[in-house]
């Protein structure tokens, strides 16, 4: 594959030009410096007015709308705060105080959830899926929660529970918490008869008119926005006004405040007593600098991380904030040994972990239910005859294991077919489900919401005996956490993906991590992707950016100076260049570039599309009828749909047939034009022809899995729009993905051990 300006004769699929060679990288550019951060209520109490850098630079969720333009780029852009992928990994660094993080301003819709029949489809899995995290919390719950003399609990797990008891008795947790290293896990127990079902707790009320009020006079005496008082009243409950006016800084609990303004709502109301070490203070920024490192995709950070971040928001003492929101039980604490065990007498090298108790439970959850799936399956089958062609080897590892994971590109999406074809032949019950809507498959969303698949069984549980999870890259820890709850006793589970596409939107690295740990068989796939675009795409996995023979123009540069020229020519190539040469239609084009923002972002792209493809005076709060565009219901799911038209209920849009309605009042958020969209919007989905964009100022937001999931998205033709010079061959050969923080692997690991160990 060529990066030089002078292929501008290969601009046209329709017109042949040379391919000139791809020339090696040059010095790698240096990262742009992050934006400074702006604090609306006065500068920080413990420091200059610049923010620190938000701790932990792992994948970030894809918001839908996108951060403010204008912003300078990162190397990886950070979660809300620049102007590329919105859902990219950031790469701030945790020492470089004065960079902006930026998650907690990114504009993701609110999560809601009600049983109503009118609710909307994204509402209606947000609703499953707090009903699956409650029920997965009661069994953790009865696992954990107090027993009998020579009961399972021991080592850690029972010191974690005596530190949960005295802390809500108001005593001090045993030091033995903090200061000594775990024991080994405790070995899984046979299976035990599950519980009758619960009935499921009701939703938290909504707020009342006199809470908001209530909540709306504080702010007002503290000199924060009465728009607040809503969004407040909701993150913090019924007593909101009460906790605001004890402890201020609870204002960060609310979306998109930062500390910066949380410190200065606090100077009003408290006046000289709120100092940069109040005890209050540390406690709510460190569940906001977990929040925020969640957004950007890690489930825990390391102690020492949490306290540098501490130390830069001006906090006196940070390891004794640390130990105390510890003690107090605002944050859990976790001691995960490093290397392979030592000698008896030695002392075993740990890392100390620190999360909130939302991503612990789901990470311990999700290790206990694939560690379940693997050792509770004692149904081998002699599947020997059906394994034949391409998933045989897939066919023979899932007829003797209860979880197996499979890996490989997009061709080798036929063998979990071939699989599910012979195991309908076995007559099991059997489930597709992929990230987005695909032939003969249901969604994640959709089966965990009840909306479709199999459904469940009196107990709960998916009334299936394999489950196929494509697009396994894209699970979070909740969402597989409740996906691996809701497979039952003896089932099998097959995880399958390309570990090369980009991350998961929400917090954990689950397909990776399980991957890592080795607690069960894996198949790598031998199937290539076929043609000039497959083996582009194979390079680049492997980090060589390669000039591929085309003699089909299916992939084709097209050199560009500048941003402006960059939308012209994709807007060309959409309109007119690829339906000419080969007879793709503009609908079944589709533009993928790096950020929101900027002059060759989606916006700016997508503006210059719909004046070209379907211009109109967007009578529909910006939309009109034929608009294509992108539904957002939440951070991590965008679904492709078109404008159909809009009445008093909402913006009415048809999604493969799907008709959702998006509420007046939800239409900003979750609704954007998808002409041109970004990397991990289109994770997923693949379309005919897809131009990707790559104008200049973009250059320090690519990474090979950025790359590789871009050009991977297209089935026949590929064009790159090209103006970042050498910036592509030096992303695809250097730029890594930034590691996340997870406990997954070592915990998978532990329980894999512990049932070794465990006598016959």
């Known amino acids: 594959m060529s990066t030089d300006r002078r292929a501008a004769s290969a601009e046209d699929p329709a017109t042949p030009g040379p391919r000139p060679e791809a020339t090696a990288p040059t010095e790698p550019p240096q990262p742009a410096d992050g934006a400074a951060a702006s604090g609306t209520a006065g500068s920080e109490v413990g420091g200059p007015g610049a923010e620190p850098t938000v701790p932990g630079t792992g994948g970030v969720g894809e918001s839908p709308e996108g951060p403010t333009p204008g912003e300078p780029h990162t190397a990886r852009p950070p979660a809300a705060g620049s102007e590329p992928d919105a859902d990219q990994p950031g790469r701030d660094d945790p020492a470089q105080p004065g960079a902006d993080g930026g998650a907690a301003e990114a504009d993701s819709p609110t999560e809601k959830g009600e049983a109503a029949p009118a609710l909307s489809e994204a509402e209606a899995e947000l609703a499953a899926q707090k009903i699956e995290r409650e029920r997965i919390a009661r069994r953790k719950a009865e696992r954990q929660g107090p027993v009998d003399a020579g009961a399972k609990l021991s080592g850690k797990a029972a010191d974690l529970l005596a530190a949960v008891r005295a802390v809500e008795s108001g005593e001090k947790p045993s030091p033995v918490y903090f200061d000594e290293a775990p024991t080994a896990p405790r070995k899984p127990a046979a299976p035990a008869a599950q519980p009758a079902p619960r009935p499921t707790p009701p939703p938290a009320p909504a707020p009342t008119a006199a809470g908001i009020e209530g909540v709306r006079a504080v702010l007002a005496r503290g000199g924060a926005p009465e728009a607040l008082a809503g969004p407040a009243a909701t993150a913090l409950g019924e007593d909101a006004a009460e906790q605001l006016a004890h402890d201020p800084w609870r204002l960060l609990a609310v979306p998109g405040v930062r500390p910066t303004q949380a410190d200065g709502f606090a100077r009003a109301l408290l006046g000289p007593e709120a100092g940069p070490g109040d005890e209050r203070r540390a406690a709510s920024l460190l569940g906001w600098l977990l929040e925020q490192a969640a957004v950007k995709g890690h489930t825990a950070l390391e102690a020492p991380t949490l306290e540098s971040a501490l130390a830069r928001y001006g906090v006196p003492d940070p390891a004794a904030s640390l130990e105390q929101a510890i003690g107090e039980g605002a944050v859990l604490v976790f001691h995960e040994p490093l290397g392979p065990p030592v000698a008896e007498g030695e002392e075993q090298p740990v890392r100390v972990l620190v999360g909130l108790e939302g991503y612990a439970l789901a990470e311990e959850s999700l290790a206990d239910g694939l560690a379940r799936l693997a050792n509770t399956f004692d149904d081998p089958a002699d599947w020997e005859k059906a394994a034949t062609g391409p998933g045989a080897d897939l066919i023979r590892a899932v007829s003797g294991h209860g979880l197996v994971t499979h890996t490989g590109g997009e061709a080798a999406r036929a063998e979990p077919q071939a699989l599910l074809a012979a195991a309908r032949e076995l007559g099991l019950r059997v489930c597709l489900a992929a990230h987005t809507p695909e032939q003969g498959a249901v969604t994640v969303a959709g089966l965990l919401a009840g909306t479709e698949g199999p459904g469940r069984d009196a107990d709960g549980q998916f009334a299936l005996d394999l489950l196929v999870v494509l697009d396994a890259p894209q699970l979070d820890v909740e969402t597989a956490a409740a996906l691996v709850e809701s497979v039952p006793d003896g089932a099998r589970l097959v995880l399958s993906g390309d570990p090369g596409v980009l991350g998961s939107a929400g917090p954990g690295r689950v397909f990776g991590d399980v991957l890592a740990a080795r607690a069960c068989p894996q ?168 131009v990707v964009v790559l104008p200049g100022d973009a250059a320090q937001a690519l990474s090979r899995d950025w790359v590789y999931t871009a050009f991977g998205r297209a089935e026949r033709h590929l064009s790159v729009v090209h103006g970042v010079d050498q910036a592509l061959p030096h992303a695809v050969a250097e730029v890594l993905p930034k590691p996340r923080t997870t406990r997954l692997t070592g915990l998978l690991r532990a329980l894999a051990a512990a049932a070794q160990d465990q006598p016959e």
């Open 523 to 690: 198949l790598v796939s031998r199937t290539p992707d076929p043609g000039p675009i497959g083996e582009l795409v194979s390079g680049v996995g492997i980090g060589e950016l390669n000039q591929v023979d085309a003699p089909g123009k299916e992939v084709v540069i097209v050199p560009v100076r500048d941003a402006g020229e960059a939308v012209h020519r994709a807007v060309q190539l959409v309109a007119d260049s690829v339906p000419r040469a080969f007879g793709i239609p503009a609908d079944a084009v589709q533009v993928i570039t790096p950020g929101h923002g900027g002059s060759a972002g989606t916006r700016a792209l997508n503006a210059a599309l719909k004046e070209r493809l379907n211009p109109g005076p967007g009578r529909f709060g910006g939309f009109d009828p034929g608009d294509r565009v992108v539904h957002v219901p939440s951070p991590g799911r965008a679904a492709a749909a078109r404008v159909v038209s809009a009445d008093a209920q909402g913006l009415h849009l048809d999604a493969a047939g799907a008709q959702i309605v998006v509420p007046k009042e939800q239409v900003e958020s979750q609704v954007r034009h998808g002409w041109a969209v970004t990397a991990h919007q289109a994770v997923g989905a693949r379309w005919p022809a897809v």
